[in-house]
């Protein structure tokens, strides 16, 4: 699977970006999706997914924040994140297994995408 993210760039503190990441394919059944982010210094961390069943998982620091969608075709993953903090920008990355069932926020993805930026500022 070969994925390509999008729609990076920079915002102000409590504004929104939405980021979108197209897959080569169909993903809608029997992948488990996520976004990955790392800041400078920082390892790469779970930002949130999205099993085969649309069930969502977020980690603590974005919850009530962004939110993790794909589309019915399957070949998008969205991440629309509100209430941008500093501590939020990061390398932004789009990631998929084709693994079904449980996929938390922990798993460890070995195909991601190049990333995108966000840079959050006040």
């Known amino acids: 699977v070969t994925l390509q993210e999008s729609g990076g760039g920079s915002a102000q503190v409590g504004g929104s970006l939405t980021l979108s990441c197209v897959s080569s394919?169909?993903?809608?059944?029997?992948?488990?999706m996520g976004w990955l982010r790392q800041a400078p210094g920082k390892e790469r961390e779970g930002v949130a997914t999205?099993?085969?069943?649309?069930?969502?998982r977020y980690t603590d620091s974005v919850k009530g924040r962004f939110t993790i969608s794909k589309d019915g075709a399957g070949n998008t993953l969205r991440l629309q994140m509100n209430s941008l903090k500093p501590e939020d920008s990061a390398i932004y990355y789009c990631?998929?297994?084709?693994?079904?069932?449980?996929?938390?926020?922990?798993?460890?993805?070995?195909?991601w995408g190049q990333g995108t930026q966000v840079t959050v500022s006040s």
């Open positions: 990631a998929a297994a084709s693994v079904g069932g449980y996929c938390p926020v922990s798993f460890v993805f070995q195909n």
């Open positions: 394919t169909n993903t809608s059944r029997g992948y488990c």
């Open positions: 999205i099993d085969s069943n649309g069930i969502t």
